[in-house]
T-cell receptor, first 115, second 113 residues
Framework: GDSVTQMEGPVTLSEEAFLTINCTYT??????LFWYVQYPGEGLQLLLK?????DKGSNKGFEATYRKETTSFHLEKGSVQVSDSAVYFC??????????????FGQGTILTVHP | EAQVTQNPRYLITVTGKKLTVTCSQN?????MSWYRQDPGLGLRQIYY???????DKGDVPEGYKVSRKEKRNFPLILESPSPNQTSLYFC????????????FGNGTRLTVT
């Protein structure tokens, strides 16, 4: 079945540091890929998405590129802020059968940014 | 405002006492789903629904029931809760078809003692 693997956390950075959170996936066909962010006490919010190979999703300074050849969708940001502290989830959307419409999530990566 | 509303936000109960967590969306979405979030495991799907009266099991359905009598509502029912169902629960919805993102509620923190 479909699966998503994220880098182990937690990740602790200083403000303005470069961020990478690795995400790789296993799926049949060509799934859509997503990054969600969860701030303390809140539900998950869509951060960015990509629906086909080589697409780059971007939002709020975050970027991720859909790499079919390496089955990866790594999240990057050039300069993090304290307000970026949150839990980040990589996810894929299945393309057929019982996977259609379903999001499969990675285990989440806790990011803490210090001033 | 487009939203998914879950109630209650926090719930403490005892083993075996039936409970229902409500979920309602105002976006006319066909697809609704329940997830549970546990540390180190991410979010796992419990049940989902493609439309009214159409529901199916996700990855961890044991101990849960759902119903979809109206398009906007998708309650999660625990008929006999057990401590291993202590978790953070999220309801989510989206339109079909297409690779559209899920919209999530703010979660229900359930503790079963």
């Amino acid at each position: 079945g479909d699966s998503v693997t994220q880098m182990e956390g937690p990740v602790t950075l200083s403000e303005e540091a470069f961020l990478t959170i690795n995400c790789t996936y296993t799926a049949t066909g060509y799934p859509s890929l997503f990054w969600y962010v969860q701030y303390p006490g809140e539900g998950l919010q869509l951060l960015l998405k990509a629906t086909k190979a080589d697409d780059k999703g971007s939002n709020k300074g975050f970027e991720a590129t859909y790499r079919k050849e390496t089955t990866s969708f790594h999240l990057e940001k050039g300069s993090v802020q304290v307000s970026d502290s949150a839990v980040y989830f990589c996810a894929l959307s299945g393309v057929g059968g019982t996977s259609y419409g379903k999001l499969t999530f990675g285990q989440g990566t806790i990011l803490t940014v210090h001033p | 405002e487009a939203q998914v509303t879950q109630n209650p936000r926090y719930l403490i109960t005892v083993t075996g006492k039936k409970l229902t967590v409500t979920c309602s969306q105002n976006m006319n979405h066909e697809y609704m789903s329940w997830y549970r979030q546990d540390p180190g495991l991410g979010l796992r799907q419990i049940y989902y629904s493609m439309n009214v009266e159409v529901t199916d099991k996700g990855d961890v359905p044991e101990g849960y029931k759902v119903s979809r009598k109206e398009k906007r509502n998708f309650p999660l029912i625990l008929e006999s809760p057990s401590p291993n169902q202590t978790s953070l629960y999220f309801c989510a919805s989206r339109s079909l078809p297409g690779p559209l993102a899920l919209h999530f509620g703010n979660g229900t923190r359930l503790t079963v003692t």
